[in-house]
């Protein structure tokens, strides 16, 4: 039991840091994009801009394939589908 309690402790934790991670990129991103509409970016700033963005999408898309993850489905005929193992088998 208290093995059970230490790992969901951690993923709390985790789970607050990536938080915070996402707060700052997300203002970071809002900075960027509006310097550009004002004054404009340089290069260093437009690939910095890239990145956040590409980083950010890629979290987002990481944490709806977490959240389908632990959706099952009842279907019709009284089984159960599983929507993170239907993506991985098919």
């Known amino acids: 039991p208290n093995a059970v309690k230490t790992v969901t402790e951690r993923e709390i934790v985790r789970q607050e840091r990536m938080a915070m991670n996402v707060e700052r990129m997300t203002a970071r991103i ?5 310097k550009s509409q004002n ?8 690939e910095e801009q890239a990145a956040l963005r590409q ?14 993850d632990n959706i099952s489905i009842v279907e019709k005929d009284g089984s159960i589908t599983n929507l993170g193992e239907k993506k991985r088998h098919g």
């Open 39 to 46: 004054e404009g970016l340089t290069p260093e700033e437009k």
């Open 30 to 34: 809002n900075e960027l994009y509006h």
């Open 55 to 68: 980083a950010y999408v890629a979290n987002v898309r990481a944490n709806l394939r977490g959240q389908l």
